[in-house]
């Protein structure tokens, strides 16, 4: 087929629907990472992931909805969580990450839950998204844009100088928190998209991307965005062109983008 | 005396971070437009004394007068920190791409713009002034991390005077500062004071220093005043 025969279908279309707005919004959390020092965090909520996947079967429901589930407490309480024990975030995540897949592997065992089911999140696909998916994608991506449009200053105070931003008052915490708690979503989205593993070709590396070319943080978003939305489109179409695994073809688009930057850098 | 004309009045001030106060008794008195240089050993308290004016620490005991008003519930410490500027110790570039212009119209968050007002023409007005009076204006468009340590400090006096402050903290702003740096630093202070009638309280670790920028001295040791040094 070729891809105006593909895009007749409606499954192709809503996987191309998705990837424009899956790789728009997710993409502009990628700084937030980058910023608040996340990168171990976002590890970890992919192992607790996991260990929801696999709480998830073991209790009769499907690893995905176990996985959410894991990664909206995840995200809700890490937060607050190294707040509250003045640790690093990055520590608090390592902490988890290891707890977490451990016990994921205890009840492997214990439940006689099959690894290689839950092991299944780990290639998500944009053909396998059903309606009510592309919904609570726009949501997510909905979300992300009305934050960053109401809270642009106050995010890019957070950035430049979170102690400052703290003592003139702004909520430095709860904006912080809120915006993990947006990146867990995201890498719920994610997972769906391309898979666990390839979560960052979606949220990280378009950011990368973007702020190596990038002088304010007004720039860094609207590149985020672009680059996001032409690995995740672009990513599928070439799937598509070129009959490959679509989670792969998006990665590495996004790859591709990043290496041409580091380039144009030079 | 009451303090009442007083810019800052601080009397029998305990305070500290935990078991142990840092500043123990502390009292002291700054007039209006006074430039006062503080003095002390590492660890004697300077720092702590300025969040303490601030109302940055957790508990503070005895009396602290901030512009005739006295600070001791949480709204009072946001009235103080809206007419304190602030320019903490050792301060960095921070990691996020940004221009001398944004960095320091964001000083003037929570002053005239905050989430759903934004940053109007005064604010503008406002920071092209300052970047003018601390000669910054010409890399206003300059990426912060960019700057060298000179200039950087001059971006931090700028993101506190843009707030139009009534009262100036300073802690130790010359560290980092080759003399030559040191030497524009002490010409901003005194075009700044020439400019504005502001309160100014630094931080200083070189008396002669000190001396050419304050109209009066004193030295912390162990969380109190121990001696006022007059400045000629
Ligand atoms: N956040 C904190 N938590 C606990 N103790 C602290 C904290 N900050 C400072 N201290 C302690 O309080 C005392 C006074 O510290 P402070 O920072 O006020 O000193 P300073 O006079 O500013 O010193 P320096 O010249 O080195 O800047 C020190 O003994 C220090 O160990
Ligand atoms: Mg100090």
Redesign the interface.
């Known amino acids: 087929m070729s891809i105006g025969e593909y895009l007749q279908v409606p499954i192709f279309q809503r996987a191309l629907l998705a990837a424009l707005v899956a790789g728009g919004t997710v993409s502009l959390l990628g700084v937030v990472i980058v910023m608040l020092n996340l990168t171990t965090m976002r590890f970890a909520l992919m192992h607790m992931a996991l260990l929801g996947g696999a709480a998830g079967l073991a209790f009769g429901a499907s690893p995905l909805a176990g996985a959410t589930a894991a990664i909206v407490l995840g995200s809700l309480f890490l937060g607050p969580f190294s707040e509250r024990l003045r640790l690093d975030a990055g520590i608090t995540g390592a902490f988890f990450m290891t707890g977490s897949i451990a016990l994921a592997f205890v009840l492997f065992y214990k439940a006689g839950v099959p690894a290689l089911d839950v092991f299944g999140l780990f290639t998500g696909s944009l053909l396998s998204l059903s309606r009510d998916d592309l919904l609570a994608v726009a949501g997510l991506g909905a979300a992300i844009l009305l934050v960053y449009a109401c809270l642009f200053r106050e995010i890019q105070l957070v950035f430049y100088d979170p102690e400052q931003a703290e003592w003139l008052g702004v909520p430095a915490k709860r904006i912080k928190n809120a915006l993990l708690f947006l990146t867990g979503l995201s890498i719920g989205v994610a997972m769906k998209v391309v898979g666990a593993l390839l979560i960052d070709a979606l949220i990280l590396i378009p950011a990368m991307t973007a702020m190596r070319l990038s002088r304010s943080l007004l720039q860094i978003l609207v590149l985020s965005s672009f680059f996001g939305t032409a690995a995740a489109a672009g990513g599928l179409l070439i799937s598509m062109a070129l009959d490959m695994p679509s989670g792969a073809a998006i990665t590495l688009t996004g790859v591709c983008l990043l290496g041409l930057s580091v380039f144009i850098r030079r | 005396m009451d303090g009442g004309s007083c810019a800052l009045w601080l009397s029998g001030v305990r305070a500290g971070y935990g078991k142990a106060p840092v500043l123990n008794g502390l009292s002291l008195s700054v007039k209006k437009g006074e430039h006062l240089a503080i003095l002390g050993e590492n660890g004697a308290g300077k720092t702590t004394l300025f969040r303490a004016i601030?109302h940055?620490l957790p508990d503070i005991a005895g009396t602290i007068r901030v512009l005739g008003r006295d600070v001791k519930s949480r709204e009072d410490g946001?009235w103080v920190?809206s007419r304190v500027g602030?320019v903490?110790q050792g301060?960095g570039k921070?990691?996020?791409?940004?221009?001398v212009f944004?960095?320091v119209m964001?000083?003037r968050?929570?002053k005239s713009?905050?989430?759903?007002r934004?940053?109007g023409a005064r604010d503008r007005e406002l920071t092209a002034e300052i970047l003018d009076v601390v000669g910054l204006w010409d890399l206003r468009d300059k990426?912060?991390r960019a700057l060298s340590g000179g200039q950087t400090q001059r971006l931090h006096i700028a993101?506190a005077l843009v707030r139009e402050p009534q009262i100036l903290l300073l802690d130790e702003p010359t560290t980092y500062l080759d003399d030559a740096s040191r030497d524009v630093l002490a010409r901003l202070i005194d075009q700044v004071r020439k400019k504005w009638p502001l309160t100014m309280l630094m931080i200083i670790h070189d008396w002669q220093y000190a001396r050419r920028l304050a109209d009066r001295a004193v030295y912390l040791r162990r969380g109190r005043i121990e001696e006022c040094l007059e400045v000629v």
Do not use: N, T, V
Request: charged share 20%; proline share 11%; glycine share 10%.
């Open positions: 601030l940055l946001a920190r602030y903490p301060q921070g990691r996020l791409p940004i221009s944004e960095a964001l000083g968050w929570g713009f905050s989430y759903f934004r940053p990426d912060c993101r």
